[in-house]
């Protein structure tokens, strides 16, 4: 992902903001405290670089070898096509407990904006079925000329379609932040809907990393910068207030990592993973085979 991606890091501002107020009243109305589900998750897992260090001599066996070492994937590739039989075949390709966010068609959010999309709709609903127990949000990222003057098209859209699938959705222009009016407007449609916001931690629109919680869930897309001391010192706090909402009362939080080199994903996922199990909050992922993820240059063997 190439959203808010700087060639220069220095300088920037990576504190996270305090969470907004709405959050500890969203959080406290879950009386019934039950365990985090925290799953990392990775983009893709077509990426050469990916595939050699996950190991594995096929897009099937790539598939298997991603689903030991983490338990989601954003599944950005629907955005472009998909179909019936290729849910299917991911899905069974997968461990039980492993879950696929598959993102809405570009004919959808792009080309439609929103508007007159029933039956692209309709087909995309009927496909992600497919998928069966491991299909899990469904999200999608609004164009970046997408503002908060198309409100009530968000509306109209969130209305009819957050009743079919659990939805997540990423706005990327800045007048939804820009005004305080647009961005309670939009915070609260999303928590009337039970629509999860998506946070996103990318370094150029630091405002997008807006912290808001509308629902019991949370999706988080963060992008990385090959490495940077700065990508782990971020994951460091982003351990911490995951930990705090999860000692809140979140029931579940998708973190989807994207690096420019896809195979340093993994670093990232291994370096939170260690955090959150030293805050007490390991990440799911009973099916894990072995400890630890894959080193550069190790061999999971031939699928």
């Given at each position: 992902?190439?959203?808010?991606?700087?060639?220069?890091?220095?300088?920037?501002?990576?504190t996270?903001?305090?969470?907004?107020?709405?959050?500890?009243?969203?959080?406290?109305?879950?009386?019934?405290?039950?365990?985090?589900?925290?799953?990392m998750?990775?983009?893709?897992?077509?990426?050469?670089?990916?595939?050699?260090?996950?190991?594995?001599?096929?897009?099937?066996?790539?598939l298997?070898a991603?689903?030991?070492?983490?338990?989601?994937?954003?599944?950005?590739?629907?955005?472009?096509?998909?179909?019936?039989?290729?849910?299917r075949?991911?899905?069974?390709?997968?461990?039980?407990?492993?879950?696929?966010?598959?993102?809405?068609?570009?004919?959808?959010?792009?080309?439609?904006?929103?508007?007159?999309?029933?039956e692209?709709?309709?087909?995309?609903?009927?496909?992600?079925?497919?998928?069966g127990?491991?299909?899990?949000?469904?999200?999608?990222?609004?164009?970046?000329?997408?503002?908060?003057?198309?409100l009530?098209?968000?509306?109209?859209?969130?209305d009819?379609?957050?009743?079919?699938?659990?939805?997540?959705?990423?706005?990327?222009?800045?007048?939804?932040?820009?005004?305080?009016?647009?961005?309670?407007?939009?915070?609260?449609?999303l928590?009337?809907?039970?629509?999860?916001?998506?946070?996103?931690?990318?370094?150029?629109?630091?405002?997008?990393?807006h912290?808001?919680?509308?629902?019991?869930?949370?999706?988080?897309?963060?992008?990385?910068?090959?490495?940077?001391?700065?990508?782990?010192?971020?994951?460091?706090?982003?351990a911490?207030?995951?930990?705090?909402?999860?000692?809140?009362?979140?029931?579940?939080?998708?973190?989807?990592?994207h690096?420019?080199?896809?195979?340093?994903?993994?670093?990232?996922?291994?370096?939170?993973?260690?955090?959150?199990?030293?805050?007490?909050r390991?990440?799911?992922?009973?099916?894990?085979?072995?400890?630890?993820?894959?080193?550069?240059g190790?061999q999971?063997?031939l699928?």
């Open positions: 992902m190439e959203f808010g991606r700087l060639p220069d890091v220095r300088g920037v501002d990576f996270l903001p305090a969470d907004p107020a709405r959050n500890r009243s969203l959080l406290r109305a879950t009386e019934e405290r039950v365990p985090c589900d925290l799953r998750g990775l983009p893709s897992w077509s990426d050469l670089g990916l595939a050699a260090r996950l190991g594995g001599k096929s897009p099937a066996g790539v298997r991603h689903g030991a070492a983490v338990p989601a994937n954003e599944l950005n590739s629907t955005f472009y096509g998909y179909t019936a039989e290729r849910f075949r991911w899905a069974a390709s997968v461990p039980e407990g492993f879950l696929f966010c598959p993102k809405l068609p570009r004919t959808v959010t792009h080309d439609g904006m929103l508007e007159g999309v029933e692209e709709m309709g087909a995309f609903v009927e496909a992600t079925a497919s998928l127990a491991r299909r899990g949000l469904t999200w999608f990222a609004l164009p970046p000329y997408f503002g908060a003057a198309r009530g098209t968000l509306a109209a859209f969130l009819e379609w957050a009743r079919e699938l659990p939805l997540a959705v990423e706005v990327r222009d800045p007048s939804w932040f820009q005004d305080q009016g647009a961005t309670d407007a939009l915070f609260g449609l928590e009337s809907l039970s629509v999860t916001a998506i946070i996103t931690d990318t370094a150029g629109r630091r405002d997008c990393a912290m808001t919680l509308s629902t019991s869930r949370t999706l988080i897309r963060f992008v990385g910068n090959a490495l940077h001391p700065s990508d782990f010192q971020r994951l460091d706090r982003w911490e207030r995951l930990t705090s909402w999860a000692d809140g009362g979140l029931e579940q939080a998708y973190f989807f990592f690096q420019q080199d896809e195979a340093q994903t993994l670093d990232l996922a291994e370096h939170l993973e260690r955090r959150l199990a030293e805050a007490g390991p990440v799911l992922g009973p099916w894990r085979a072995g400890s630890g993820f894959i080193p550069p190790a999971l063997g699928f």
